[in-house]
């Protein structure tokens, strides 16, 4: 690992790079960018998974925490509150089929309201979560004609 940036009294402080070699190519690569006290990443920061995998925005004791942008590596990106290393208070997923979730979160996992939009399939789901599962809601068609899948049947809308 190399280090570029500020210190003070021996330890990483103030705004600097990590990098490390990569295996592949013997070529310094970035792993982190940003913001460091007292040797930890600290307030603002983008740091680099892989290529294709990174987070940028708040840190806290070398862990996420404030507001953040997650790229996953299998398409998913997260963006919103995060606490401790794990999604917390209000937030986004944009699935990599195009689908989304807007909503609480709690220790990692959904939790309270929410919406889900199957925008695959024209639908939207609003309801409630606890620890990750929906436990109450409703399902409306939702943008049904420029779906791509869409439900065969419509939901048939309620008269009085």
């Avoid at 996953?72 to 401790?84: T, V």
């Avoid at 436990?135 to 939901?155: L, M």
Wanted: glycine content about 16%; charged content about 30%.
């Amino acid at each position: 690992m190399i280090y570029d940036g500020e210190w003070m009294c021996g330890k990483r402080e103030g705004f600097g790079t990590l990098s490390k070699t990569d295996p592949e190519t013997k070529e310094y690569v970035r792993v982190y960018v940003g913001s460091w006290r007292n040797d930890k990443k600290e307030g603002a920061g983008t740091y680099f998974y892989s290529p294709s995998a990174f987070y940028e925005g708040q840190w806290s004791e070398d862990q996420r925490s404030g507001w953040g942008r997650m790229q996953y590596e299998n398409g998913e990106l997260y963006e919103g509150e995060w606490l401790k290393d794990k999604r917390h208070g209000q937030g986004l997923l944009l699935l990599a089929n195009g689908n989304r979730f807007v909503g609480t979160w709690s220790d990692g996992q959904k939790n309270g309201q929410g919406k889900v939009f199957y925008l695959d399939r024209g639908q939207l789901y609003e309801g409630f979560w606890v620890d990750g599962v929906a436990k109450c809601g409703t399902i409306s068609d939702f943008g049904r004609e420029a779906a791509v899948r869409p439900t065969v049947y419509p939901i048939p809308k309620v008269n009085d």
